[in-house]
């Protein structure tokens, strides 16, 4: 057996946990070995029970025809040991042993943002969650998420409107959920990448998403949560992101909100508060390079240029800079962003805006 095709196959074997596939890996040396090996002695490493249960999802495994069913759909394949695998992920306590990859994985992809959050969305996370990715995608940023409805969705929407994305799926990439996702992972594809580490036609299963999750957090620098619940799978990437050292960023909500009471519970627990990109980003300066050189290589675009020239006195707030420049509050919002990214302005005491001096 192929040393590709092994790993697909150990891969395929509901029952290997991650704690018996490094003591066969000890014992065997390589998964070859691990796949030809008569069950008494695999029953020498991990039990009779557990070599018996490994044997048979092994003889059932095809690992040619997960190949094929990838190819046909245009995806390709990748193991832990192959160039092009992220990383970020290779450095997982438990990495993935297969990736099925629909699009690329470019190397910029590891300067990357989690955003998730309830399929329960209400109007304002979908907005608040498709603005950030957004706004973090138009600086070069990959946004990922986990292809489910609500959050998920939108900030992928989002994304898609300005850059790249990835999505995550607790799923083989042949049963994708939710079922009607077919047009959005297309999208996706051509813009970034859909993957998944499950066998293609793997259904989702309760174990499935959080085991998911984890690849969404080692992807990213930081997670950010938009709306989640007491009890929310997006905690738990927000939890597996804290023990892999990636910062944790939650968006604040309404009190009355049982969608906002594990966002709000997340900022008491000193997760940063967001309300917008720059809060994000300025904690990744190596993400947008150089402040003064950004600076000196903008070319201010209409509302930019009306809001720094406003600038050019006294200090001034968003609300004062909509009245002076005649423009929409959200506009000037936005300028402000690019602007303060750019390191050409900059917030001061009092929820002001000064000039830098920059550009």
Not at 20 to 45: N, Q, S, Y
Not at 140 to 155: C, K, W
Request: hydrophobic share 45%.
């Amino acid at each position: 057996m192929e040393r590709k095709h092994a790993w697909i196959a150990l891969n395929s074997a509901p029952s290997l946990t991650l704690r018996r596939l490094r003591a066969l890996l000890k014992d065997f040396g390589d998964p070859e070995e691990i796949c030809i090996a008569p069950v008494e002695e695999l029953a020498r490493t991990i039990g009779p029970e557990a070599a018996a249960k490994l044997k048979a999802e092994l003889e059932r495994a095809d690992p040619e025809r997960e190949l094929s069913l990838a190819r046909k759909a245009g995806a390709w394949t990748l193991t832990f040991e192959e160039e092009g695998y992220p990383r970020v992920l290779r450095e997982l306590p438990d990495p993935p042993l297969v990736l099925y990859v629909l699009g690329e994985l470019h190397p910029e992809d590891e300067r990357a943002i989690a955003i998730v959050g309830t399929r329960r969305a209400t109007s304002y996370g979908r907005l608040v969650a498709r603005k950030l990715a957004e706004e973090l995608a138009s600086w070069g940023v990959t946004v990922v998420s986990g292809l489910a409805p609500g959050i998920d969705t939108a900030a992928h929407r989002g994304a898609l409107a300005a850059g790249r994305t990835v999505a995550v799926l607790g799923t083989g990439l042949g049963r994708p959920y939710p079922a009607g996702s077919a047009r959005l992972m297309e999208e996706i594809a051509a813009r970034g990448a859909v993957i998944s580490e499950f066998p293609w036609e793997r259904e989702g299963a309760k174990w499935t998403f959080p085991r998911r999750n984890r690849i969404i957090a080692g992807l990213s620098r930081g997670v950010v949560v938009v709306e989640a619940p007491e009890r929310s799978g997006a905690l738990i990437t927000a939890d597996l992101a804290l023990e892999q050292g990636k910062e944790v960023f939650a968006v604040p909500g309404p009190i009355t909100s049982e969608v906002s009471r594990g966002t709000n519970r997340l900022i008491q627990e000193g997760a940063k508060l967001v309300t917008c990109a720059a809060d994000i980003l300025e904690e990744f300066p190596d993400f947008a390079g150089s402040r003064e050189a950004k600076g000196a290589a903008m070319e201010l675009g209409p509302d930019e240029e009306r809001v720094y020239n406003a600038l050019a006195g006294e200090p001034l707030t968003a609300e004062e800079i909509a009245e002076r420049t005649g423009l929409p509050y959200a506009a000037v919002a936005r300028a402000l962003l690019e602007l303060s990214l750019a390191g050409m302005v900059e917030e001061v005491p009092g929820g002001r805006y000064i000039r830098t001096g920059i550009g």
